[in-house]
Structure formats: C-alpha cells, structure tokens
C-alpha cells in the first residue's frame, strides 16, 4: 500500500496551524485512484479539547461526512478535523456513512481521542465508495507527521480544482495576551448558486464557550461566505468548521466582552479573507465582482437582488468579456424577487454611473470600459425604496470554466 | 433613409402566415445601427380584427412593447403585431414607452385600423433609445410588402443570436372546415433561468373567444415555454401572443366542445414544436435534455427539482462533456427546494439506471457514454415521494455559449 507523508515540517506555523497548540499532518491515499502522489489527506489535531463550531450545507443531498460532523458537534467538542480531496463520499449510502466514520475512527485513534471529538470533511467526485483502507492509511501516516509547521501542506491537500491554497491568519490582544485566529479553506467552482464544494477550517487558541463560538461563526459565515453562498443553495459537503483550545492561555471570552468583540473581528477577517480568496480562484475566473445593493425594501431582498446579479450567467460573461451591459444587471435584478421601480433605481459600474431614475447616463464608456478590465470590479445599485443592504461577491465566467467542468468525474 | 423591404414574396405561406387571413412584411431598418441590412422589423396583420391573448415576462423590470402590448390587450382583440429585432427597448424610460405606442401608431396606419389594436414586440441589447425614425419608416416600407408569403422572412427578421428562423404548423377539421394553426419564435441564450429574449407569435384561422383563447394560451404556454420558461425567471421582453381570426370559416369553438379540444391540442403542439427549436438553437448549444421528474411530493415540487436540473451550469458542463455526472444532477435536485428522501430516489441517463434506493448502480458506463454522445439525451427522476410530475427541457453549456455573450452589446 503506497502512503506517501507529506514534506517534512520545515515551512513556519500558519493558517490552521498558526494558533498555539494546533498541529497538522498530511499523506497522500490516492484517492482519485489515478496513482497519483500528491497529499489528499489532512489532519488537524488540537493539544486538548476545544469547544468547536460548525456550518453546514442546507443541500437535502448531504455527504456523509457532514452528517457525521453535525453529529459530532452536538457537544460542541472536538479534538481533531480529518478530511480528503478527490472524493466527496457522497450519495454513497449506508457505506459512505461506515467510511465517514472508520475516518473518524482511525484519527481518533492517531491523536488518542474519543471518534465523536473528531470532524470529518471531503471534497471531490459524488457518488464514489471512498478507497477506505488506503485513505485510513494515510490518516495513520499523516498522525507520524502531525507537526505546527504543517499549515500550509493542509491547505494544500485539501484542494481540488483550487490552483492555489487558501491561508488566512489575524492577532489580537486581550489582557496583554496575543490570541491568534488562523484558518485555511478550499473550493473553486461556481460557487454560488451551485458550487463546488467550499471547506473552511478555522482554529484559535482563544479560550470562549461552544455555544458563544457557535454564535460567533454564523453572524461570521453569514457576511463571508454567505455572501459567495455557504448554508443557502450549494454542494453536498460545504462546511466551515471552527476549533477554539484556549492555548494562548488568555481569560475565558464572554459574550459582549470586549475579548469577544475582538474575536468576533478577527474570526470575520479571517473568514472574509478566505471567501475572497475562494471566489478570485474561482474555475476559469479571470476577474471578481462585488455587488453592492442598497435601498432594498428589506436586507432580505437586497441579498436576494446582490446574489442573483453575482450569479447570472449573462451578467458573469459579460464581466468576462468586459462588456458594460448594465441592462443584464438590471435584468437579473428584476427577476431576483426584489421590489424595484425603474425610475428610483441606480446603478453604477467601477464608479461610473450608468442608469439612474429611469434613464441611461452619459457615462464615458472609455473609462467603464477600463474599470470592467480590472482584476476586481465594482457594481453598485441603489434601489431607492429602503434601508435595505447586502454585498455579494462573484467572479466572471470564461470558457475555461468550461473546459475545466466538461470532463470532471472522467 | 435607407429602408430595405424584404424579400419579394415567392415563398409559401407558412409559421404565423400558414393560417388564413394573415399576413407578414418585412423590412430593414439598421436597428443595430451597424449599417447592416437585414430585415429587422416585421409586421403580422390579420384580414379582420382578431381574438388576442399573450403571456409575458414576469420580471419587474418589463420592457416598453410589454407595457404596451398588455394594455393593447385588454379587450383581448388586435389586428396586427409589430416587432423589432436589435433593440429591447427596455430601461429606456418614457421615451420608450413613447416609441413603443409609436411603433404601434405607424402599424395602424399601415393596416387601418386603431393603434390599440396592435400589439408590440422588442428584443436586442437592453437600455438603448430605438432608431425610431429608421422603425417607422421600415414599418412603412414592411407595410407595402404585406404577404401570404412573408412568414418565413417574419421568422428570420425577428432573429437576434438565434442561428436559424423558427416556425411550426397544425391542421385540424371540424365539421368539414380545416383549420390551421401557426407560428413563429425566436430565442436563444441560456432560457432559463434567466434566457436572452423568447418572443413567439401563434396565429390560428378559427373562431374562438378572447377569453377561451386566453385559457387555451396558458394551459399551452404552461406545458410548453414554461418548461424552458417564460413567464417564471424570464427577461425583460419575453412575450408569447396569439391571434385567431375565423377566416377558415367555420363555426366559434365553444369550450370544452371537441373543436376546441382539436385547437388545444394543435395550439400546444405549436407551442412545443417551438420550445424545442428554441432550446435546440441555445447559443453555442450542442446537445438538449430533457429531464423528466415524477414521484415528487406535487408537481410544483417536481417542476423545480426538473428546472433546477436544466439550469445547473454544472450539470449543464457535464452534459456538454458527455460526463455521466449523476451527482451534479442529484445535487442539483437536492437544492431545488423538492422534498427527497435518497433512499427512495431513483436517476437514469439515457435510459440506464445510475442510482436507485440510495446507492450506485453497477450501469454499463460505456453505453451511457454512447447516449450522452446523442443530440437529445433523456434524464429521469424519480423520487418516490408522491404522484408530482414535470418535465424540463434543456440545453448543454459551451465555450461557445460564453465567446457569443462576453461582447454581445459592444
């Protein structure tokens, strides 16, 4: 059986290792089956138990992985994370969920802990029987290798049709303590409406309640990955865990402390940090957009409206082909389940204004032309009629998106 | 002003001229303002004042001809249709709605009869003023070609990305007098969920009420464009109108009599007959699916799990590539909003069953991978839940799709 550790530990602690008292470990099982050696296995490994959150697809199709996570969470507990690329171990059935939990079985094992204190996630091909025996052999190798210095070949393992990994870190001080929040994330795709899978994994040697910490990610998923799409129409495996150890040896963080506040703004950082990086790595991306909308009736309807612009096809092509075609915008905004009236409604592209009121402006198309060629643009539209505000945040599509999602599985 | 009328009428009746009574003009009027010289207005006039009805887009942002084509409509009677090609004429303001009412006064004039008795119809780039005056004069000049033989030239004049002029015809007798139903359509884009225009236009020769052939409209447009939509996440100007004269002669189809049940079947066979070619001709489109839902919980279910399917641009990439992706397919139901119970779900490509009560089939991949090489592949569904049915026409996505939209308004 080839098991193939991950490099030795000679790269810095950081993203999911950056934080004291976590380690992480990688190998590579082959799970794609095409012999290849890349690491597709990581573990991360807490010194003790730390009260741990997650967030979950809202998918009727959830892998098994998450159902064994969500399981898992219910003490708001955990003491490892294991999770592999290349395979989704979803709509696997009975033996999926015996897989997901062999996963979770053997980890315990490597890091000498109960199987319900350990996180499972995957990413890859639905539909699969995971390699099971290869993948617990890996899980067993990467436990040799566990290591603080390991951070970032876990973000690497974990990647699928990513070109690049995803590490986000951010300090903060609390009664003379430094506290660090630290995380790595993976998933490409569309995204939103459909995404591939998007995994984050976020760690801080804060010490705060499981059910504080459970607060704080969801208001923290809900302006990050949210925005890109985490708990609302996505993949079969979408998670985003969070483990808190308390290793920084910092006072216990209450809720509406100023401890808490300062966690509660690192932990959105880190969280935003990663949703961009997701959605600039998008498959075939070239550029990403932000869609702002304001003046909506409700924030309901303008996330309604924000998310339907960052996931129309006309609109995302036309970003590609750097066409100002505001009319696409509108269109897609039309038919969100917004209220709009024409004649209250604004819409700029990169600044310039192009639709206000009503009407067309005599916007200098040069200059919008030169805005929809940057690497990052900015559509903004005010709808006149209420207090409402969301932001969501998209990237174009190319034909490379295509090529890359034609032939996936095969 | 250069104005270019059609072609001389050696043609045929056919499409929305088949039926008696009905006549079609062409003309150029560089809508475009490219300096191009194809015929992009065309004018449809009945022999007599007809019965009317129309089903249109459901987005809030509606384009002028839509505003004005559902007030025209209410006493459901019109003598004749104008439509341009080139040019939405949507988010333009009251200076659309101004040019849209004059688009219908200038047909008045040229078929004599009142300016409320013509509907109006746009489709182009969003948010540019009409040439206007190029319009009238080329309605003028569409006026004085008027023609039996003008439908095929009807057709291609109201094209925009569509690579080819759509048309279908029906025949039915009661009691010895033939009747003919026909039509034209143009559309392409992506349809759903949020399609490049759909404009279709249906004209019959039998004697029917406004409010029968209203009924009959969308109880057709329902099992037709509305499973590729219309009137669900639309554009600005989709527009679907029918028009019935009684020039064929015979007596006024009464509902629920067998005439009208010969026109019902007929009108829905037009209207299918359309939605297939439009879906055919999507833009950059090599291949369709059909996707066919039962044993949801009820058919609103089984009309969103079969919709969510044709729109997934996952699913659509894999049909693209010939990847017997079923797991973008049932995650794709999974985020529909349908009620699924995987243990009970069943999926067949192509006639081969890949997922039945839970797990994978062992289904032959090679010939799976012959039917997906087809031009029409057949996907069903079946969840197990209940007696809800739908089915959902589709299209694959290409590269091809994102070349032809990246610099469609520029």
Same sequence: chains 1, 2.
């Avoid at 600044?351 to 060629?373: D, I």
Wanted: net charge negative.
């Amino acid at each position: 059986m080839a098991v193939r550790a991950g490099q030795a530990a000679s790269a810095a602690p950081s993203g999911v290792t950056a934080a004291s008292g976590f380690r992480a470990g990688t190998a590579g099982a082959d799970v794609r089956g095409d012999g290849g050696s890349r690491p597709d296995v990581a573990i991360l490994a807490s010194q003790t138990t730390a009260a741990a959150a997650g967030v979950f697809t809202s998918n009727r199709v959830k892998a098994a992985p998450v159902v064994v996570s969500q399981i898992h969470l219910k003490r708001g507990l955990a003491r490892a994370v294991v999770v592999n690329s290349g395979n989704a171990n979803a709509c696997t059935g009975s033996r999926g969920l015996a897989d997901a939990l062999r996963m979770a079985q053997t980890t315990a094992d490597v890091v000498d802990c109960a199987p319900s204190e350990v996180l499972v996630a995957s990413t890859g091909v639905i539909g699969r029987p995971l390699p099971i025996e290869r993948v617990r052999a890996a899980i067993i190798a990467a436990g040799r290798g566990l290591d603080r210095g390991q951070g970032r070949l876990a973000a690497e393992a974990i990647m699928t049709t990513d070109t690049h990994p995803k590490e986000a870190e951010a300090r903060f001080e609390v009664g003379g303590v430094v506290h660090t929040v630290g995380g790595m994330a993976k998933g490409s795709g569309m995204i939103h409406p459909e995404m591939a899978t998007l995994l984050a994994f976020v760690t801080t040697d804060a010490r705060v309640s499981p059910v504080l910490l459970a607060q704080l990610l969801r208001a923290g998923a809900r302006s990050s990955f949210n925005t890109i799409s985490v708990d609302g129409d996505t993949s079969t495996n979408d998670s985003c865990l969070v483990l808190a150890n308390g290793a920084a040896g910092g006072p216990e963080l209450d809720a509406g402390s100023p401890g808490a506040e300062l966690l509660t703004a690192a932990l959105g950082q880190i969280l935003q940090g990663l949703a961009e990086q997701v959605v600039a790595d998008g498959e075939g991306a070239t550029k990403t957009f932000e869609v702002r909308v304001c003046g909506a009736l409700d924030e309901r309807q303008a996330r309604m409206a924000a998310r339907t612009v960052t996931s129309s096809p006309l609109v995302k092509t036309a970003i590609h082909g750097g066409d100002p075609n505001w009319g696409r915008i509108l269109a897609a905004v039309g038919r969100s389940g917004a209220e709009l009236a024409l004649d209250r409604c604004r819409l700029a592209i990169g600044g310039y204004e192009m639709f206000a009121m009503g009407r067309v402006t005599e916007a200098p198309l040069e200059q919008v032309a030169q805005a929809l060629g940057q690497p990052r643009i900015a559509i903004e539209i005010d709808l006149g009629l209420g207090d409402g505000e969301a932001t969501a945040l998209g990237c174009d599509l190319s034909p490379e998106y295509v090529r890359i999602n034609a032939d996936y599985s095969t």
